[in-house]
RNA sequence: GGGCGGGUAGCUCAGUUGGGAGAGCAUCGGCCUUACAAGCCGAGGGUCACAGGUUCAAGCCCUGUUCCGCCUACCA
C-alpha cells in the first residue's frame, strides 16, 4: 500500500478487513485516559448472543460509530463499550431446540448439566455477532467487552436484588401473571404481544339453584368457567336490584358460587353479569381479592387442565374448550355464539398464546424508581432526542405497574433467596448462606427461579464500567455521553436504566438518549424472517461494501422517520465512494512525487480561494450536524460538497493549473490547496466512511499514522465565519453563472461540446464586467470558448442565442448555425418562466400591508429580486424583437 | 377506546425560530472532454392530502376532514 497511484475503481474488499485490524492492533479504539480532555462515552445496546447482525443493528452500530470516531477526531476521551446479553429465554430456547434436534431434552440432562450446555453454546456461537459488528466498522473498546452473565456483571445483580429486597421495593407474592405454556414461565407485561385474531363470544346460561331461570354470562374462553368462584353484577343495575338469589349453580361443576355486586361490571356488555375467574384473568383476580374469593386454578403450568378441571382434567386448554363447549350444548345452556374478534396476548418469544396464570413470582415496586426517572427528564438532566418521544416516556413512567421479575427458567442469573424448610424465614443475601439465621436449620432451599433478562440489562451502563466497585472507568465515563437505540426498546430497557442508575448511582445513566429510526423493507413493512422481505446487512456490505452501506444509513437516517431500505440506494452511495476514489486518484497524478504542500495565499486563485471557503462552511455544517445527531445532514453536506462543489467545479476549473499551464508557481499553490482539501474532507468523512478514508489517508503524500489521529477537527479548520471568504463566493458564482448560461444554450440548442464557441456578455456594472475580466480564462476554459468579450450594454450580437444571467446578458455567437424559430421558442419559454416569477414579487410590492408591515430587509430583498427580473424580462424581451426583426428581413 | 407520526416531483425522501419549493434515483436530449460511462453536460416534471382560519406573508402556526403507519388499553 506504498504506491502512490490507485486503482482505477474503488474495490472495498481489498482494504477493510485489513484496516480494521490495524486499528486493533494499534489500539485506536482504546478508551482514553488524558487529563484535561473532555470524556465521551458510550455503551452499545448489548445485542442477544444468539443473535445475527440485522438491519437494526447495522443503523445503531454506524450511528454509534459515527459520534465516537468524530469525538476521537475532536481530541476527546472516548470510551465505547461493546458486550452482548445472555437473553434469557431467547438463548434456553436455542439451546433446546439443539437437544431436541439430538433427541435430548434439558430435563434428561438436569438444571447443572444444561446450563453448562448454554454456556458452551454461547462459547462456540457467541462470537458470531461481535465479529459482524466489526464487520460495519464498529470502533468498540473490544479490551472491555462484557456479557451479561459475566462474574463481575452477576455480582451487580444480586447486589441490587438484595438492596432493593433490603428497601422493600422487591416482594414475592401469588398474582395474576401473563404465562407462556410453552417456554414455562412467567412473563413481563411488556413481553406480551398482542394481536387480533377471529374468536367468539360464547353466552352461556348459570342457572339458579331449583329453577331453570338464571344469569347469562358471555366469554371468551369458556374453559375456564370450570375455576370461576362468582358471577358479578353492577351495584346500580336495576335488573337486579331485586334479585332473589344470593348465589348461582356454576354449570358442569355443579357447584354453589355467590352473585356479586362490582362496580367494575359494565351494565352495557352482554346481559350485565361477568363470570369471575380470579385465577385466570387479571381483572377477575382484582375483584377476587376485593370479595375474599378463592382462586381455582384450573389450567396447570404446562397448558393442560388440572384436577381441579374436575372430568376435564388433563386436557389441553384448547381440547378443553371444545369439550366444555360441547358439554354445554348437550346440556342446553349454551345460548348464543358471537363472532367477537379480540386481541389476544402472545409470547414474544415463542408466539404461544399466553395464559393469565396465578403464581408466585417476585415483583419490583417499581412507582417510586419510576417517579425520580420522570423528575431526570423534566429536569432536563437527561435529553430525550428527538423530544417527541419523552411523551411516550412519561406516559409509560406515569401508568407502570409493578415488574414481574421472576422466569422459570434455568438460563439466566438465579434469584439470591432461600426459604428454610424448617421454619419457612426467606433469606436474601449475597453470599450462599449455610443455615436459618432464624431457626439455624441447614435445611435451606434455594429460589430455582432466575431474573428476567432485562433485570440485567438494566444495569448495563454501571455495571460494565466495574460497579460495585468504585473504579477509575466509573469516575472517568460515568453518567454516559449519550445512548443510542431504537423506540422498541425505550420501556423494555431505557426506562429501566434510567430507575436503576438513579438508584444506585445517583445519577442519571445518560445525558442524551438518542432515539432512531426503524429500518423497514422497501415498502415500509417492518424486516421479519417470516413475510421473507429481511435484507441482510451482511450480503449488502459483501456486495456494496461498508462504507457504501454506512453512507446510506446515515442519508436516511433523519430523525422521526423510518428509513425504507433497499439495495438501489446503496448502489447510489457506492458510486459516491467510488466518486471520492477517483478525485483522490486524479489528485494523486498530479502530485507524482511531491512531499511537501504549501501555499501562500498571494499565489491564489479564485477558485482556490472558493473552494477554502466552502470546505470551511462544511466543516461547520458538518459539526453542527453531528453535535446535534441530524446525521442525514453531516452526510448530505458532504455529498453536495464532494461532488458538486470540489470535483464538477473546482477539479475542472483547476486543471489547467494542475498541467502547469499557468506556471510553476501557481501550479504549486493550486496543488497545496487540492491536497488540503482533500486531506480536510477525508478527515471529515471518516466518522461515516471510515474505511475507505483511512486508505485515502495512507496513499496520501504528507500524512502520518491513522487518519483517526488527525487533528484538524479540533485545529486546523476555521468553523467561524472567519473562515469564509464570501468576496470569492460572490466572485465564484458570477464565473459559474455565465458558464451555466453558456452550457444551458449549447444543451438546448444541440451544440457539440467539440465545438468552440464565440462569446460576448454585456454588463451593467463595471464591478461585474471587471470581476468577468481578471477571471476570463476559467470562463473560456470551462465555458470551451474561442473568444470572450466584455462590454457595457450597447447593441446586441447578431445571429446570437441568449442567456440573462443575474446582471449579464450572455451571447452566444451562432453565425450561419443558429434556427430563428428555435431560439424564439426557446426565449419565450425562458420569458414565460419569469413572468411567473415576478407575478408573486410584484404582487407584495403593491401590498401595502407588505410594505409597512414585513421587516426592511425581507422589503429589500425583494425589491432587488424584483429589479433584477424586470431587467431580465427586459432584455429578454428585446431580444426576441430584435430576433423577429432580423428574422423577417 | 386513548395517544403519536406521516401524506411535498413518477419513486424514496430533505425542508431547524413563517419571508425566493429542494436532493437522490428514474425519465428525456447530447457527449468515450487526458480522475471517474459507477462518468460528464443539459432538460422536463410539484394546487406541498382536502377544507377553513390566523398573518402583510403559510409546506411550516391553529381548527376540522380524510387516508396510511405505529404505539398503547382490563369491555368479559
Redesign the pocket.
Known amino acids: 500500500m506504498s504506491s502512490n497511484s490507485l486503482d ?3 474495490d472495498p474488499q481489498r482494504i477493510e478487513d485489513s484496516w480494521y485490524e490495524f486499528w486493533e492492533k494499534e489500539h485506536l479504539f482504546a478508551a482514553g485516559t488524558e487529563d484535561g480532555c473532555n470524556n465521551y462515552s458510550i455503551v452499545i445496546p448489548p445485542p442477544n448472543v444468539t443473535g445475527v447482525l440485522h438491519m437494526g443493528h447495522a443503523l445503531n452500530i454506524t450511528l454509534q460509530d459515527i459520534l465516537c470516531r468524530y469525538k476521537r477526531l475532536q481530541g476527546e476521551n472516548v470510551l465505547w463499550v461493546p458486550g452482548t446479553d445472555h437473553a434469557g429465554i431467547a438463548t434456553q430456547n436455542v439451546v433446546e431446540k439443539k437437544l431436541a434436534a439430538e433427541g435430548r431434552d434439558r430435563h434428561d440432562l438436569g438444571r447443572d448439566k444444561f446450563v453448562e450446555e448454554v454456556w458452551e453454546w454461547r462459547e462456540e456461537y457467541g462470537s458470531a455477532i461481535i465479529n459482524q459488528l466489526k464487520k460495519i466498522g464498529a470502533s468498540c473498546d473490544w479490551s472491555r467487552e462484557r456479557f451479561t452473565m459475566d462474574e463481575g456483571l452477576s455480582k451487580a445483580v444480586k447486589k441490587v436484588f438484595v438492596q432493593l429486597y433490603e428497601e422493600g421495593l422487591i416482594y414475592r407474592g401469588d398474582y395474576i401473571i401473563n404465562w407462556c405454556p410453552r417456554c414455562h414461565t412467567a412473563l413481563a ?2 413481553e406480551v404481544e ?1 394481536e387480533e385474531l377471529e374468536g367468539n ?1 360464547y353466552h352461556i346460561k348459570y342457572p339458579f339453584e331449583g329453577s331453570s331461570d338464571g344469569l347469562i ?5 369458556p374453559e375456564t368457567m370450570l375455576g370461576d368462584t362468582a358471577v358479578a353484577v353492577n351495584p346500580d343495575d336495576e335488573r337486579y336490584t331485586d334479585l332473589k338469589f344470593e348465589e348461582i349453580i356454576l354449570p358442569l361443576m355443579n357447584r354453589k358460587i355467590p352473585i356479586i355486586r362490582d362496580a ?3 351494565t ?3 346481559t ?1 353479569a ?2 369471575v375467574t380470579p385465577a385466570h ?3 377477575d383476580f382484582e375483584i377476587g381479592t376485593r370479595h375474599k374469593l378463592p382462586n381455582i386454578k384450573v389450567i396447570g403450568d404446562d397448558g393442560k387442565m388440572t384436577a381441579a378441571a374436575g372430568r376435564f382434567e388433563g386436557l389441553d386448554r384448547f381440547e378443553c374448550r371444545k369439550a366444555v363447549l360441547k358439554a354445554l350444548e348437550e346440556e342446553g345452556l349454551l345460548i348464543k355464539i358471537e363472532s367477537n374478534p ?2 389476544v396476548g402472545h409470547c414474544y418469544r415463542c408466539k404461544t398464546v399466553v395464559e393469565p396464570n396465578l403464581s408466585k413470582q417476585w415483583f419490583v415496586s417499581v412507582k417510586p424508581l419510576a417517579k425520580k426517572a420522570i423528575e431526570a427528564v423534566e429536569s432536563g438532566k437527561t435529553k430525550i432526542i428527538p423530544e ?1 418521544w419523552t ?2 416516556y412519561y ?1 409509560w413512567m406515569y401508568n407502570i405497574r409493578d415488574w414481574c421479575i421472576s422466569r422459570q427458567i434455568w438460563w439466566g442469573h438465579r434469584i439470591p433467596a432461600w426459604t428454610c424448610e424448617d421454619c419457612g424465614e426467606v433469606i436474601v443475601t449475597m453470599e450462599d448462606p449455610d443455615k436459618c439465621p432464624a431457626c439455624s436449620s441447614e435445611k435451606l432451599a434455594r429460589e430455582t427461579d432466575v431474573l428476567d433478562t432485562w433485570f440485567s440489562s438494566a444495569l448495563w451502563p454501571f455495571s460494565t464500567m466495574g460497579w460495585p466497585e468504585n473504579t477509575d472507568l466509573l469516575k472517568q465515563y460515568y453518567p454516559t455521553s449519550v445512548l443510542i437505540t431504537g423506540f422498541d426498546i425505550l ?1 423494555f430497557w431505557v426506562a429501566r436504566m434510567m430507575m436503576m442508575g438513579i438508584h444506585f448511582m445517583d445519577e442519571v445513566p445518560f445525558d442524551d438518549v438518542y432515539i432512531h429510526a426503524l429500518v423497514r423493507d422497501e415498502e ?1 413493512k ?1 424486516m421479519s424472517k417470516s413475510k421473507g422481505n429481511v435484507i441482510d446487512p451482511l450480503k449488502v456490505i459483501d456486495e456494496y461494501g461498508t462504507d457504501a452501506f454506512r453512507y446510506t444509513l446515515t442519508a ?1 437516517a ?5 428509513i ?1 431500505m433497499s439495495e ?1 440506494r446503496v448502489e ?1 452511495y ?2 459516491f465512494v ?2 471520492l476514489w ?2 483522490a ?2 489528485a494523486m ?1 498530479h502530485f507524482g512525487d511531491s512531499k511537501e504542500f504549501s501555499f501562500s495565499k498571494e499565489n491564489l486563485e479564485l477558485s482556490d480561494r472558493w473552494i477554502l471557503s466552502r470546505l470551511n462552511h462544511v466543516a461547520a455544517t458538518v459539526k453542527d450536524a453531528l453535535d446535534t445527531y ?1 446525521f ?2 453531516a452526510a ?1 453536506a458532504l455529498y453536495k460538497f464532494v ?2 462543489e470540489l ?2 467545479w473546482y ?2 476549473i483547476s ?1 489547467p493549473t494542475l ?1 502547469g499551464k499557468k506556471g510553476e508557481e501557481r501550479q504549486k499553490a493550486t496543488m497545496g490547496v487540492l491536497w488540503q482539501v482533500l486531506r480536510d474532507t477525508l478527515v471529515l468523512l471518516h466518522p461515516i466512511i471510515p474505511f475507505v478514508t483511512e486508505e485515502l489517508w495512507h496513499k496520501l503524500p504528507d500524512t502520518e499514522g491513522s487518519i483517526m489521529k488527525a487533528s484538524i477537527f479540533h485545529d486546523g479548520i476555521d468553523l467561524s465565519e472567519n473562515g469564509r471568504d464570501m468576496a470569492a463566493e460572490n466572485d465564484m458564482k458570477l464565473v459559474t453563472d455565465i458558464i ?1 448560461g453558456i ?2 444554450i ?3 440548442m ?1 451544440i ?3 465545438m468552440v464557441l464565440n462569446v460576448i456578455i454585456q454588463a451593467e456594472d463595471e464591478m461585474v464586467r471587471d470581476t468577468a475580466k481578471i477571471h476570463e480564462d476559467i470562463i473560456m476554459e470551462i465555458g470551451r470558448l474561442e473568444s470572450f468579450t466584455i462590454e457595457a450594454p450597447g447593441d446586441q450580437p447578431t445571429a446570437s442565442a441568449t442567456a440573462i444571467v443575474e446582471g449579464v446578458s450572455v451571447f452566444v455567437s451562432l453565425e450561419g448555425i443558429i434556427d430563428f424559430a428555435e431560439e424564439i421558442k426557446r426565449l419565450e419559454k425562458e420569458l414565460g418562466k419569469i413572468a411567473g ?1 415576478i407575478m408573486p414579487l410584484a404582487k ?1 410590492l403593491n ?1 401595502d ?2 410594505l409597512g ?3 426592511a430587509d ?1 422589503v429589500e ?1 425583494v425589491k432587488e ?1 424584483h429589479q433584477t427580473m424586470i431587467e431580465k424580462q427586459e432584455i429578454l424581451g428585446a431580444t426576441i424583437e430584435r430576433i423577429k426583426s432580423l428574422e423577417k428581413s
Not at 217 to 221: F, I, N, Q
Not at 558 to 562: F, I, K, L, M, T
Open positions: 482505477q475503481g474503488y407485561d411488556l398482542y363470544l354470562v358471555a366469554t371468551t374462553r367494575y361490571v359494565e352495557e356488555f352482554g350485565g361477568l363470570k384473568d387479571p381483572n379480540h386481541n417527541i411523551a411516550n406516559d420501556f415500509g417492518k436516511f433523519a430523525q422521526g422517520r423510518d425504507k438501489q447510489g457506492r458510486h467510488n466518486k477517483n478525485v486518484r486524479f497524478m441530524r442525514n445532514d448530505s461532488w458538486h470535483c464538477d477539479v475542472e486543471k498541467y451555466s452550457r444551458n449549447r444543451g438546448e444541440n457539440a461540446p467539440s416569477e407584495k401590498n400591508g407588505f408591515k414585513a421587516p425581507v430583498k429580486k
